[in-house]
């Protein structure tokens, strides 16, 4: 079965000409599945029957399985896909009150990148994902959107994997999003743990996308220790690639700081942090760290956490304090596959 999501317009056009269709049906096919939220070619009734039937026996609507699936009492919704190797992924729907539909997807299967705070770092790396199966986990959510009256609206590459890891296929994939989806580039966000040659290459791209640094910490020994990626790009490298992507793009970067109690959540580390953004166009977003089986931290109190914005925002670095979302589900990343794995065994 050809996977229908892997075909460009033209590939498309190729395979129903060999089938004897006229080159309309090509336009017809793509405002069902991208437009309408089709999953299937028997709902695609202005195609003759025929020619549905023929298409139902030769194509397919991607290759994820759904595996398991946990719905949060805040509405996140999270899945865990099987792929057709038999990895596993994971990818996450948060619906906001304001209307926003965000879909947090993976690029590999595992992570190389080996963060001793995450679970996905923890588990190791299995493989890279291809541009269509990075692709299809945002569009299985807009489709079920679609079907329900809404529409996805939000993108960010921050599920399992370290995008630059796999840089090709993610750049590929955001092409896709912004194509298929008409996912606007302002709407997509891509969070790195600090690639630097990537970060230089990226704001080369010409894209309009959000940039997300994985940060937490100042120290490069306190950060080394924690993300070992530090020892070969360390954080006066990351900070200059910083200010070169924002210089090329005129894009605000976002800082993500996971706050781990005792650790790096001291009135002395806001400081140090707010004199090594200074100049820089950039937001904080502040994460109460998020607790997993493999690592011993636990996530600063809520009186640190303002005070570690307060010292901040005094010294003029825009922060907030980024909402847990689905965290009666296992909502972190690498945590609801270690669910599944534990269940197994």
Known sequence: MINLYQLSESELQDQLT????????????????????????????????????????????GHLRIDMEQVSKDGTCKRLYRLQDNKLIESVLMPYRDGRRTACISSQAGCAMGCKF????????????SAEEIFEQAQRFSQELQQEGERLSNIVLMGMGEPFHNYDAVIEAIHLLKDRLGIGARKITVSTVGLVPKIRAFAKEGLQVKLAISLHSTLDEERTAIMPINRKYPISELIDACRQFVEATNRRIT???????????????????????????????????????????????????????????????????????????DAGCGQLKSKKTAEQS
């Open 255 to 329: 800082f993500e700081y996971a706050l781990i109690h005792g650790q790096n959540d001291t009135p002395e580390e806001a400081t140090r942090l707010r004199n090594l953004l200074q100049g820089l166009m950039c937001h904080v977003n502040v994460i109460p760290l998020n607790p997993t089986a493999g690592y011993d931290g636990s996530p600063s109190d809520p009186v640190r956490v303002q005070a570690f914005i307060d010292i901040l925002e005094r010294g003029g670095i825009p922060a907030t304090i980024r909402v847990r979302r689905g965290i009666d589900i």
């Open 118 to 129: 995450c679970a996905t770092g923890q588990m190791g790396f299995a493989r890279h994902l």
């Open 18 to 61: 060999t089938l004897g269709q006229p080159a309309f049906r090509v336009k017809q096919i793509i405002q069902w599945v991208y437009e309408k939220g089709a999953n299937s070619f028997e709902e695609m009734t202005n195609l003759p029957k025929s020619l549905r039937e023929t298409l139902s026996t030769q194509f397919c609507f």
